[in-house]
């Protein structure tokens, strides 16, 4: 049965040493219909001395996926502003930012949005998944997720991992 059990739940990837502004890029190049369907404005700003990270590439693609697909629907069709920022904190951490401009996260709704299945998009919208699984990924990799958020201004998710320091020659 253990055989079975092998063949039945694929190996997980192992993580690997990644590229952040890679990452960013297949990600939006994977939401890339939805923002050209939305409208959207996209700017990425990456830190020339950003570190590698190590990670599961398809795991953290998942995330940002997410969270782009999150940010296109929550911003004003035709007006939506997307910005991707990537350096590196004061601790030697890499941090992703993810900052749009919709409509913002109510303060009740705050604490709430990384359960599993809570949902602001209304019945039948979503699956609620979406945020529970970002978080859980993110701290499988050692990582935290922020966010900071007003109504009717906009929503930032800050994604912080531990960066890789690759031994120079």
Do not use: W
């Not at 590439?57 to 782009?68: M, T």
């Not at 039948?124 to 701290?139: A, K």
């Amino acid at each position: 049965s253990r055989e079975l059990l092998a063949y039945a739940k694929p190996r997980a990837e192992e993580p690997r040493i990644l590229s952040v502004p890679h990452l960013i890029s297949s990600s939006l190049e994977y939401c890339d219909h939805l923002i050209t369907q939305r409208g959207v404005h996209v700017q990425v700003t990456l830190d020339p001395g950003l570190p590698p990270m190590m990670g599961v590439s398809a795991q953290l693609q998942q995330v940002l996926v997410n969270l782009i697909t999150n940010a296109c629907h929550a911003m004003p069709e035709g007006a939506g502003k997307l910005e991707l920022k990537a350096s590196e904190n004061e601790a030697g951490e890499v941090e992703i930012r993810l900052i749009d401009n919709g409509s913002g996260i109510s303060p009740d709704h705050l604490t709430r949005v990384f359960e599993p299945f809570f949902s602001t998009k209304g019945e039948g919208h979503g699956t609620g998944l979406g945020l529970s699984i970002v978080r859980n990924i993110v701290e499988l990799h050692n990582g935290r997720v922020a966010l900071q958020s007003e109504i009717g201004h906009g929503t930032t998710f800050v994604l912080t991992f531990p960066a890789r320091s690759v031994v120079r020659n």
